[in-house]
């Protein structure tokens, strides 16, 4: 995976506003859930008549978000940014989203990587946006006070917990502060977007900017508060365009000010000052009914093993698969690609299968019968096996009879996984 190739961060027309009018972005809806609930927010996945974040036409799998990449970029060459911003958030869909990342990284190693994140579950995600070489993460906070933070946001969610309040609020705004810190570390230019409410935390973004400053982050963009009307603060006035510039004028006192974003959809397409998203939106629609790409097309197999060099853990107790692929030299191993969480259930499987769209088969040691039959519908077929790891690539790479991994037992016959009852984990 080539992740070094020369790019110029001048093309990204969000942090740039001397690109705005050269260079293009195109947002990729593969991120449908969120876990906060914002008091502003109403989240449309369906809605074609408003041009705001949180909207989309269609979803996506990271698979047809790599086709459709490929027809955005056919007839709009000027395209220079993909990013992911919902219509929920990215790292509530961590597992898609990664898998998007990774595959447009690979199959368009020019192209700047981009994502806009609350903030809430980005940590864990943050070193590996690094190796697939994201340059740009915008972050929203909307409050450094968790006291005015509890009037914006109605909960938010840590894995199954629901935390409200300024309890809520000052976890969210724990982890922010931190993934900013750490998105910096990694070399990661970060641009924080503040949603400015009136009468809520409007004579509370210069605290925000100097907070902001002192984190090392690279722009700030203030913006005005969309009314929503079946949300919490669907009657509150919208600032005007006066104060919004009062506003900027004393931010900018600490950090420079984007003043050209359009408030992009979670579908957007084109350049901010010509935007292509309605011309688009049948090729996204099509290209969101694409079945899953025939398993000779996927360059990857993925294995789950203990140290790397035998096939010996079950599926439903793997945290993590290697990815292999099959080079001139014989077998390499890509990388290790993270497991959605365990005991997910049923949802936990389809999120692998779409995690594993560019793997034609997975070497198992075990694997459940629900599990099984999710992988082999969505065109990844489950391999029980057992012993080395190049010996069962080869098998499944020279289209031998597969029984000479190992028969195929039925699925946790001998009770030796840890499963839940739910395909195990």
Not at 54 to 77: D, R, W
Not at 134 to 149: E, G, L, N, R, W
Not at 302 to 315: F, P, R, S
């Amino acid at each position: 995976m080539n992740t070094h190739t020369p790019k110029d961060f001048r093309n990204h027309p969000c942090f740039h506003a001397d690109a705005k009018g050269k260079f293009g972005r195109v947002h990729l809806p593969v991120a449908p859930k969120c876990n906060i609930k914002c008091n502003f927010c109403d989240r449309k996945y369906d809605c074609v008549n408003e041009s705001r974040p949180g909207v989309t036409s269609t979803l996506l799998s990271p698979e047809q978000a790599g086709v459709y990449m490929n027809k955005v970029l056919e007839k709009e060459p000027r395209i220079t940014v993909a990013g992911i911003a919902g219509p929920g958030d990215p790292f509530a869909n961590g597992p898609e989203t990664i898998a998007t990342l990774r595959t447009i990284r690979r199959n368009h190693p020019h192209v700047l990587l981009c994502v806009s994140s609350n903030g809430m579950a980005i940590g864990p995600y943050i070193k590996t946006l690094a190796e697939l070489a994201v340059s740009h993460v915008t972050i929203t906070v909307c409050a450094v006070d968790p006291a005015i933070s509890e009037k914006i946001y109605s909960w938010v969610e840590d894995g199954k917990l629901i935390y409200r309040g300024q309890q809520g609020a000052d976890l969210l705004l724990r982890r922010q502060l931190a993934a900013i810190r750490d998105l910096k570390a990694h070399g990661i230019t970060v641009k924080v977007n503040c949603i400015i409410i009136p009468g809520i935390n409007d004579g509370h973004v210069e605290e925000v900017a100097q907070t902001m400053k002192d984190l090392g982050v690279d722009l700030l963009n203030c913006m005005a508060m969309f009314p929503n009307v079946n949300t919490p603060f669907g009657t509150t006035p919208q600032p005007s365009k006066e104060m919004m510039e009062e506003i900027r004028a004393k931010a900018e006192r600490y950090l420079p000010q984007m003043r050209h974003c359009t408030r992009c959809r979670a579908d957007a397409v084109g350049l901010l000052g010509d935007d292509r998203t309605d011309e688009f939106r049948s090729c996204l629609t099509a290209c969101s009914t694409l079945k899953p790409m025939p398993a000779a097309e996927r360059p990857y197999v993925a294995v789950a093993t203990e140290e790397g060099i035998l096939v010996n853990k079950h599926l439903g107790e793997a945290r993590s698969l290697q990815i292999w692929e099959r080079t001139t030299d014989g077998f390499r191993k890509v990388e290790e690609r993270p497991t959605p969480a365990i005991g997910g259930g049923i949802k936990r499987w389809h999120q692998l299968a779409r995690v594993l769209g560019d793997c034609r088969a997975v070497l198992v040691s075990g694997v459940g019968q629900t599990p099984f039959d999710i992988l082999t519908k969505s065109g990844v077929k489950p391999l029980e096996a057992a012993g080395f790891i190049e010996e069962g690539l080869a098998i499944v790479y020279e289209n031998r009879n597969t029984a000479l991994l190992r028969g195929r037992k039925n699925p946790c016959s001998d009770g030796a996984c840890s499963g839940s009852g739910g395909g195990c984990g």
